[in-house]
């Protein structure tokens, strides 16, 4: 849609110039003709009537464009006294009444030049041509013939000397921010005294509309259009990564420190018009946070082989006589690797009993194992030395996993 600035004749001037010859020396006044809406439109309106040859001397009103001038005249037609003017009409200007239409005394002749102006008609951009004197008469006549029709203000809102005003002496409701205000214009009005009516102040960026309220009225509507930004943010995944560990033994693992998700950054350039945003651009994209990484230790420290112990004594014969006492044949070791699996299986106590009566002694023997390794009577009742000795036949012959839980803690197994 064309600015309000673009509201001026695109043919050449019809109308002289200069002002009509005056008979009186009064200036000439001003005045606004109210003429049917259909006279506003797109086509002239000419009306018809026939000429009477009448030359006597006559006082007629001659309106050009909304100015008024009072004529003394011999002209005994309309289109005598156009040509006693130099008024040349072109194919829309508006002529009333007709060129053969007789003069009389007292009359008033109205001429309007066309001028062609683009509008938005139903949402679409037309060229048409109007000799309607204000942009309210314009938009009011054409909503009046059932289409909805608008104009662009111009960006500058100045009164140029080729801009339509918006009224003359009328009602103008200002639309803006989500409220109407109704303001009251005197004489020639622009869109600008519209807004300072009505206390909007407009950015160069906000579109100014001019069109017709649902009851005709004249309406200034304010779009604001906003150029700002938006940003979107994302997660960015951490990673995992392994570091070798020589303080932990091989197979060993040991989380050092969790990580945590980075996030990424987007900047967008938006523009909004009326709140709403119709335009976009990727302004900026990065990483705002970086991720920390997940640690985890990787043991890479050799297992311990066990200390060796002296070979086992064979085992004694069964024997029916009364079982050796826990004090006599030798003490727990107190070091290497059978003292400490006696401390984590029974705190180096030859004589511990576990909690369900099913293990004795230091290495927690069962009745049973305890028995298959040559032991008779209750472990814990035999010497240190004596379990201690069976503790390494059973190893020698089976392995640490007699021992799993305190095998494995202290890294046999």
Known sequence: MSAPNSLQPTTS???????????????AKKRRRLLPLMALGLAPVLVAGGAVAAHAHKSVDLEINGQTH???????SVEGLLAEQNITLGEHDLLAPGPDSALSDGADVVVR????????VNGEPQVVWTT?????DLVSSMFESGREVTLAASRSLDRTSLSLPLVVDGSVDVVADGETKRVE?????????????????????DR???GSADDGTVEVTVTRVVAGERTETEPVDFRTVEREDDSLYVGQKKVVEEGSA?????????ITVGGKEVTSALRSDEVTTEPVDRVIAIGTKERPAPEPEPAPAPAPAPTTSAPSSSTSGGAAPTSGVWAQLAQCESGGDPTAVSANGLYYGLYQFSIGTWQAMGGSGLPSQASPAEQTQRAQALQAQSGWGQWPACASKLGLI
Do not use: C
Request: glycine share 8%; hydrophobic share 40%.
């Open 13 to 27: 001037p019809h109308a002289a110039d200069s002002a009509p010859s005056v008979e009186t020396a009064a200036p």
């Open 132 to 136: 309607a004197l204000t942009q309210g």
């Open 262 to 270: 980075g996030e990424r950054t987007r900047t967008f350039a938006t």
């Open 208 to 210: 100014v509309e001019i």
């Open 113 to 120: 030049t066309a001028r062609q102006v683009t509008v938005d």
């Open 185 to 205: 214009l005197e004489g020639e009005a622009y869109v600008a005294d519209a807004l300072e009516a009505a206390g909007v102040e407009v950015s160069r960026t």
């Open 70 to 76: 009072t004529l003394s005249t011999f002209a005994g």
